[in-house]
């Protein structure tokens, strides 16, 4: 039996995956980059061997936990030889690829729009099963220890300082939500405590301007993207991307990359959760909007980026103390 070894890749557009395939240049029909196992090679090095040989893709993140694998048999020389193929699920920045001589057309879509070019049945159940699991990661919440070993790995005996605010975070960003909720708002108090946990988690990394994004990669590695948008919306503060890209000072392409993986430009109210309980927590304590930017401003300087968030933050506050009906302090040290 033949061996071979391939990968789906999709890349994130508002939230949704798009699907590379290929066009088989002999014979027409079309597919998954995929080739044949070498001597001496695992099926996963092999597949990503072909997929930068057939589209030049070398950076892709391939989802650990995902395998789908197929068997058919075709004729050859006379002859009918069986094939064993196992697909990775891989992840890529954006619609980067180019052709090799083996394909004609590639092509980028949803997944409806792909199974409708896919000729055959099989390759189909393989992009469904692609789709399945990447909906079951995107609904699946890890339980509480999970998430804490997230956070603080082999800190749990002794936490750091802005693993600790983190958690903080995560306790107002849960009291603000269950009481937003408990007035008949559409907030998740569990999804707000969660991404409270995580929204510093970039701070493994170090403690620079990229924290944010640097924290929705590192989940995004783990197969938590779901949960990582709390890492974008509070170190951005819910701006829109016109604002971030004419005074954030960040790299333009940097900017529409992070809008085109999360549908960032619709801010929801958990969004504007998360970002008060960010603004109202000073190391590990709660405090006022005025006593944590007066600490930041001392720390960093008033920058017109960091009065910017202290007004968006002090909008936030009015509008979800108009939500609850009373203050935001009483709520969370009730």
């Not at 014979?27 to 072909?50: I, M, P």
């Not at 998430?147 to 300082?161: F, M, T, W």
């Not at 107002?172 to 008949?184: K, N, Q």
């Not at 970002?275 to 405090?287: M, N």
């Amino acid at each position: 039996m033949e061996r071979a070894s391939g990968v789906v890749v999709y890349c994130l557009e508002h939230g949704q995956p798009v699907f590379l395939v290929l066009r088989n240049a002999k014979h027409g029909t079309w597919g998954f980059a995929k080739g044949h196992v070498e001597a001496g090679e695992s099926d996963s090095q092999a597949a990503l061997r072909e997929l930068r040989e057939e589209t030049g893709i070398e950076s892709v993140f391939l989802h650990p936990r995902f395998e789908a694998r197929d068997r058919y048999a075709f004729h050859a020389d006379g002859r009918s030889i069986e094939k064993s193929v196992v697909y990775y699920l891989g992840r890529v920045r954006a619609r980067e690829a180019r052709l090799s001589k083996e394909h004609s057309e590639l092509r980028w879509g949803s997944a409806s729009e792909i199974a409708s070019l896919l000729q055959f049945p099989n390759l189909r159940e393989v992009l469904a099963d692609a789709v399945a699991f990447l909906e079951n990661s995107t609904n699946a919440r890890p339980d509480w220890d999970t998430a804490l070993e997230v956070l603080l790995g082999n800190d749990r005996e002794s936490p750091q300082l802005w693993q600790r605010h983190s958690i903080r975070v995560s306790e107002v960003a849960h009291a603000i939500a269950r009481s937003l909720h408990e007035r008949g708002q559409d907030v998740d108090p569990d999804e707000a405590r969660l991404q409270g946990l995580w929204h510093d988690i970039g701070r493994k990394f170090g403690h620079g301007p990229l924290h944010g994004w640097e924290g929705y990669l590192h989940l995004q590695r783990l197969g938590l993207d779901a949960h990582a948008r709390g890492c974008l919306t509070h170190w951005l503060k819910c701006r829109p991307k016109s604002e971030v890209l004419a005074t954030s000072g960040l790299d333009a392409s940097l900017v529409e990359q992070m809008f085109r993986e999360v549908p960032l430009e619709t801010t929801t109210l958990l969004d504007k959760v998360l970002s008060l309980a960010d603004a109202i927590v000073k190391d590990d304590q709660v405090v006022t909007l005025d006593e944590r930017y007066a600490d930041v401003f001392a720390r960093y300087g008033e920058s017109p980026w960091l009065r910017r968030n202290a007004e968006i933050a002090r909008s936030q506050l009015r509008e979800i103390e108009a939500l609850l009906g009373r203050p935001v302090l009483d709520v969370v040290r009730g």
